[in-house]
């Protein structure tokens, strides 16, 4: 019997999640080492690495199987906004540049969005990880900085979905329902591991430029 495709993914991705997962900036960040601004840093990154995924999202909405995997609901560009806006103030915009393991991130989102397990890759790969480990770290700025709804942890709050555990298991049976050939599906799986060591890098140049500046 084959394994749902979902549980192979998850499966076969786990080293690379806990990787990421204990990345020290992440460490340093949880511990309450790191000023405002230095978390700053991390919220500009994902602003500009969504606002890549989204723009894709909306690129593919018509797709027939990609299309599947599009939900403006998830879409955090404004969020995004708002955190920065309370982070860094009205002049946010002219605060922040994408580092270059962003843009090479970014660079990859466009690159693999012609081919619909590409997007998925990236898609699952942040958008999971959001909604499970990414509520932790939310409840522990909010204690950390004070912050509430409306600008600060806005990116990691997804009201629009209502209950995630129930989002996640559809999310799941949508990966299962795509049943790829095994060629697809390692190449899938290729390119989380991919998108999980992208991702990794962003906070390990993150923890370089906090360093940096102490």
Same mark, same amino acid.
Do not use: C
């Given at each position: 019997?084959?394994?749902?495709?979902?549980?192979?993914?998850?499966?076969?991705?786990?080293?690379?999640?806990?990787?990421?997962?204990?990345?020290?900036?992440?460490?340093?960040?949880?511990?309450?080492?790191?000023?405002?601004?230095?978390?700053?840093?991390?919220?500009?990154?994902?602003?500009?690495?969504?606002?890549?995924?989204?723009?894709?999202?909306?690129?593919?909405?018509?797709?027939?199987?990609?299309?599947?995997?599009?939900?403006?609901?998830?879409?955090?560009?404004?969020?995004?906004?708002?955190?920065?806006?309370?982070?860094?103030?009205?002049?946010?915009?002219?605060?922040?540049?994408?580092?270059?393991?962003?843009?090479?991130?970014?660079?990859?989102?466009?690159?693999?969005?012609?081919?619909?397990?590409?997007?998925?890759?990236?898609?699952?790969?942040? %958008?999971?990880?959001? #909604?499970? !480990?990414?509520?932790?770290?939310?409840? =522990?700025? $909010?204690? @950390?900085? *004070?912050?509430? /709804?409306?600008?600060?942890?806005?990116?990691?709050?997804?009201?629009?979905?209502?209950?995630?555990?129930?989002?996640?298991?559809? %999310?799941?049976?949508? #990966?299962? !329902?795509?049943?790829?050939?095994?060629? =697809?599906? $390692?190449? @899938?799986? *290729?390119?989380? /591991?991919?998108?999980?060591?992208?991702?990794?890098?962003?906070?390990?140049?993150?923890?370089?430029?906090?360093?940096?500046?102490?």
């Amino acid at each position: 019997m084959t394994t749902p495709f979902s549980e192979a993914l998850r499966n076969a991705t786990w080293a690379d999640h806990e990787s990421a997962e204990s990345e020290s900036y992440l460490a340093e960040l949880m511990g309450g080492r790191l000023s405002e601004p230095e978390y700053g840093e991390m919220v500009a990154q994902h602003y500009f690495a969504y606002v890549a995924l989204d723009g894709v999202s909306r690129e593919l909405a018509d797709h027939p199987v990609a299309g599947r995997f599009v939900f403006p609901e998830l879409y955090r560009e404004r969020a995004l906004e708002r955190d920065l806006a309370t982070i860094y103030g009205p002049d946010w915009r002219s605060r922040i540049a994408p580092s270059k393991a962003t843009r090479t991130l970014v660079a990859r989102i466009h690159q693999v969005s012609d081919w619909p397990g590409g997007y998925i890759a990236h898609h699952y790969t942040r %958008y999971l990880g959001d #909604l499970s !480990g990414g509520q932790f770290i939310r409840m =522990e700025l $909010q204690k @950390i900085y *004070g912050y509430a /709804k409306g600008g600060g942890v806005d990116f990691y709050f997804f009201d629009e979905l209502g209950s995630l555990p129930r989002f996640k298991n559809e %999310y799941r049976a949508r #990966l299962d !329902g795509l049943d790829p050939e095994e060629r =697809e599906r $390692q190449r @899938i799986i *290729g390119e989380v /591991k991919l998108a999980y060591q992208l991702n990794t890098e962003v906070l390990t140049e993150l923890l370089h430029v906090v360093k940096a500046a102490a």
